[in-house]
C-alpha cells in the first residue's frame, strides 16, 4: 500500500503560481511512477502530468505544457508539480498517483491522495 498526501492548494489569481507537493508512505516511493490529474465541476477526470519512476520520462497535458513543470525527489518521496501562469481554465481539484508505469490514463494508477483544490480567479 502506498498513502499519498497532496498539499499546495488554493486561491491565486490568473497568471500567478502555485506549487503542489504530494508526499508518499508505504512502499518505496522509487518503485512507481507518478502522475498528477485534475478534475473541475462537472468534468471527468483528466490527465495533467506524469514522472517515471527514475525521473527520465515526463509527460505533459498539451494545455498545461510551458507553464507546469513535474518533478520528484525520490530522496524525499515526494513529487512536485510547478504551475506558472495559471488560469481560470486549471480551477479543480487536483490528485496524485502512483502507478506501475508512467501513464496518461488514470486507470493506469494503483493509488491516490485525496487531492487539493485550486481555483484560480480571472
Known amino acids: 500500500q502506498v498513502q499519498l498526501v497532496e498539499s499546495g492548494g488554493g486561491l491565486v489569481q490568473a497568471g500567478g503560481s502555485l506549487r503542489l507537493s504530494c508526499v508518499a508512505s508505504?512502499?518505496?516511493?522509487?518503485?512507481?511512477?507518478m502522475g498528477w490529474f485534475r478534475q473541475a465541476p462537472g468534468k471527468e477526470r483528466e490527465f495533467v502530468a506524469a514522472?517515471?519512476?527514475?525521473?527520465?520520462?515526463?509527460l505533459y497535458e498539451d494545455s498545461v505544457k510551458g507553464r507546469f513543470s513535474l518533478s520528484r525527489d525520490n530522496a524525499k518521496n515526494t513529487v512536485y508539480l510547478q504551475m506558472n501562469s495559471l488560469k481560470p481554465e486549471d480551477t479543480a481539484v487536483y490528485y496524485c498517483?502512483?502507478?506501475?508505469?508512467?501513464?496518461?490514463?488514470?486507470?493506469?494508477?494503483?493509488?491516490w491522495g485525496q487531492g487539493t483544490q485550486i481555483t484560480v480567479s480571472s
Open positions: 514522472v517515471s519512476r527514475n525521473g527520465v520520462t515526463i
Open positions: 498517483a502512483a502507478g506501475a508505469r508512467v501513464a496518461r490514463r488514470n486507470n493506469e494508477y494503483l493509488y
Open positions: 508505504g512502499r518505496t516511493f522509487s518503485m512507481y511512477a
